[in-house]
């Protein structure tokens, strides 16, 4: 009887009979996580979507001239094109003057042609108040650009519905008339700098926070158990506070007149004042002291499930109190640190506000950029294709960081 039961012709059966079982429970988790997984999409999926979407969308040159570039893809592809099609481009100026979105166009070609924007609203009232053609000599006599083969080039391809423009702009590059790829002049190639920066800047307070947080978290540990909750209390309170106002905290300690320059003069440290506030110095300090928590918690988490009695049995069989510590209480932390560090390091990635006000301007950071193309230029195609250029690092970094370290090794407590 026992051998029918155990035999291999049963195992599926009794296999297929659990699972059957088990289904009403599946269901009922997967109902419960419903509401989360709706939130997950709206809030996150949704909006990185539309930022991809956005970083590639190329909708002003095929909204304002339709005709023009249908009269492109008929004519021969010359270097100046002909009549026919300059008479289209005065008809869809005409109607985006009476529309008012000549200035769209103008906008977008003015990114990769500088003036432009002028050159599209002169053509526009040209078109409005001309009686007729012929249209070619009168746009070349309003402005030579409208002879260069360049700008019908760039036309041509701004006719598609996606562009590679704003992604390529993200990272310094460009793409003549001919559609080769060359680097952007000297003075203008700031993003790949400004990425460079964001990654220097989020490193240094990964390590800050690590060589004060370690100390802090193994404090907390070996402390007795009230001064461990004040200690913890400390710890979380920050946390309970607006980034605005501990970065404005750090503002008023920072400033030449503030109290860290007030303390060094006192005790005479210094003779005259340091500049402080606006400085690389100052973000990161701010930043090290906000991230601080993010590092410390995952690292305390992680010591309290290790016996301290390994230490003193290591140290009971020998080994100096220093190696027992490398050798013996470190590598058992080490998941909590890599939790800790990976935490810190992207969250330091995306700070906004704290380079905004404790930062100079040579320590503005992509969030920063991100921000000024969003309200101030309106430039919504480039901001998205800088916020995907730093999605894309961030999950580059954390990819070849769990393939170095190993997902095993990450714990966050």
Sequence with gaps: MLLAIHSPAKSPSIKRAIQR????????????????LAFLAIAFVVPIAALFATAVDNPETRSVLPDTLEALAAAPDTIVPDEPVFAALAHDLAVAGRARTAALLGKRLNYEIPGMRSIVMGGSRLAAGSPG?????????????????????????DGARFTPYYLLTAVDLQQSPNGDLAWVVPDQ??????????????AGVTLLTLLLGYPVAYA?????????AIMMLCILLPLWTSLLVRTTAWVVL??????????????????????LIFTRFGTVVAMTHIQLPFTILPIASVMRTIPVAQLRAARSLGAPP???????????????VIAGCLITFILSLGYYITP????????????????????????????????????????????LFLRIVGIEKLKLG
């Design 133 to 157: 053609g012929p249209w070619r000599q009168k746009f070349l006599d309003s402005d030579p650009a409208w002879g260069k083969p360049a700008l019908w080039a760039i036309i041509r391809r």
């Design 322 to 336: 220093i190696a027992a510590f490398w050798r013996i209480y470190i590598p058992q932390t080490m998941p909590g």
């Design 220 to 228: 907390l540990m070996l402390a007795p158990p009230l001064l461990g």
């Design 21 to 36: 079982a088990s289904r009403p429970a599946r269901r009922a988790a997967f109902l419960l996580a419903l509401p989360l």
């Design 254 to 275: 920072l400033q030449s007149n503030g109290v860290i320059n007030d303390l060094l003069i006192g005790m005479g440290l210094i003779s005259e004042r340091l500049q």
């Design 356 to 399: 905004a006000l404790v930062g100079g301007p040579t320590d503005q950071m992509v969030s920063n950029f991100i921000s000024v193309y969003i309200n101030r230029d309106l430039n919504w195609g480039l901001a998205s294709a800088l916020g995907v250029v730093l999605l894309a690092v961030t999950l580059l970094i954390y990819g």
């Design 189 to 202: 190639r700031i993003f790949l700098a400004v990425l460079g920066r964001t990654l220097l800047v989020a």
